[in-house]
């Protein structure tokens, strides 16, 4: 592998207990030759004893704006709002090429200091498959929630579990009402994870993917109990569901699970809201009569830090192993430089991985 020095940062929202990468990830990327460099972090699940054991050096927490200029600043969620100007290449969930909101402020301080957005959604394989996904957890997750909202069960605050705890919650109870529920993007990985979810609850889902929301048959939709929605659009489709369906008459539908979270990007499935859940309150009320639940958490996987840390760390492990030389970095680089030039940024030729 090429020289690599990756600068694991603390994660600024309190919430995120996750990791890119887990300590025994990352004693292989030291036994390989790279410096790792980790951020203490209160609320990280692995200590920052077990990173320094495994080889990795220690830092205080938000000291990667002093880093040397060859560190890769790796996390997962979103950067502070300064400095103004970021000069490393960072590699994280930058949620920026879908005309988020903030994504134009955020590339521009890209441009303005010469750094570059790595972003982990965009490392894909050569027919465009994501390598490295936090999906399945996700899917698992939001399913999980909707369940326990459905039955009643949900309580606020959320806190971090483990599987075994969350599927002790989830199996069905004496006195619990049967429901219907309908998985869309149930093929994928975060499909995958929802269906899963609702098994283990006793609750076979309809599985609907890309033949059966070619054509979306919107009254089915509206007569199912529960609505996870797994699909990640890259390209403008149809809504799923829009304003008008939650004040239909025959509406069945009582809860939703957004585990995609596209609030506010033109690619948005699910435009029936404006603003995200979050841990404190993880369910807003859009209709009251008859009642219809909305869940949008945007770090689900959070919930189930260590299980989900391990698989993400054990996907990204092998391309930080390749970093520079698979072309699935050239890629990700290739994608950030198409979104500068987009918004007139892109003054420079794109920089090596």
């Not at 980790?38 to 938000?62: D, T």
């Not at 972003?119 to 498959?129: C, F, K, N, Q, T």
């Not at 994928?188 to 098994?199: E, K, N, P, V, Y």
């Not at 048959?217 to 529960?226: I, N, T």
Request: with cysteine; net charge negative; proline share 8%.
């Amino acid at each position: 592998m090429t020289e690599l020095h990756l600068w694991l940062r603390h994660e600024i929202r309190p919430t995120e207990r996750r990791t890119p990468i887990v300590p025994s990830d990352a004693r292989r990327l030291v036994d390989s030759g790279a410096t790792v460099t980790v951020e203490e972090s209160p609320q990280r699940i692995h200590p920052v004893e077990e990173y320094e054991a495994a080889g990795c050096r220690i830092a205080p927490a938000g000291s990667w704006t002093s880093a040397p200029a060859t560190a890769v600043v790796t996390g997962l969620k979103e950067l502070p709002p300064e400095p103004a100007e970021l000069t490393h290449r960072h590699l994280y969930f930058g949620h920026a090429y879908k005309g988020q909101p903030g994504a134009g402020d955020l590339l521009r301080r890209f441009a303005a200091g010469g750094g570059a957005l790595l972003d982990l959604e965009y490392l894909v394989d050569d027919s465009g498959r994501r390598l490295a996904a936090f999906g399945f957890w996700a899917g698992y997750l939001g399913a999980a929630l909707a369940v326990l909202q459905q039955r009643g069960r949900l309580t606020a605050p959320l806190t971090p579990t483990t599987k075994d705890e969350l599927d002790r919650l989830l199996r069905p109870a004496a006195g619990d009402e049967e429901f219907t529920a309908l998985v869309i993007g149930a093929l994928g990985r975060s499909g995958r994870g929802a269906r899963l979810a609702l098994l283990t609850a006793g609750v076979q889902a309809t599985a609907w993917d890309v033949a059966e929301t070619r054509d979306l048959d919107r009254r089915a939709l509206l007569a199912h109990d529960v609505l996870v929605n797994a699909v990640l659009a890259t390209t403008p489709v149809p809504p799923f569901l829009r304003p008008q369906d939650l004040d239909a008459p025959d509406r069945r539908l009582r809860t939703v699970c957004d585990v995609t979270v596209d609030v506010g990007s033109p690619l948005n499935v699910l435009p029936v809201y404006d603003r995200v859940t979050d841990w404190t309150a993880p369910v807003r009320r859009l209709r009251e009569d008859p009642p219809l639940d909305l869940i949008a958490i945007d770090n689900l996987p959070s919930l189930l830090p260590r299980e989900s840390s391990a698989d993400f760390s054990s996907a990204l492990t092998p391309l930080l192993l390749a970093f520079g030389t698979d072309p699935a970095w050239d890629r990700c680089l290739d994608r950030f430089h198409e979104a500068l030039r987009e918004l007139g940024l892109d003054k420079e030729e794109p920089k090596d991985a």
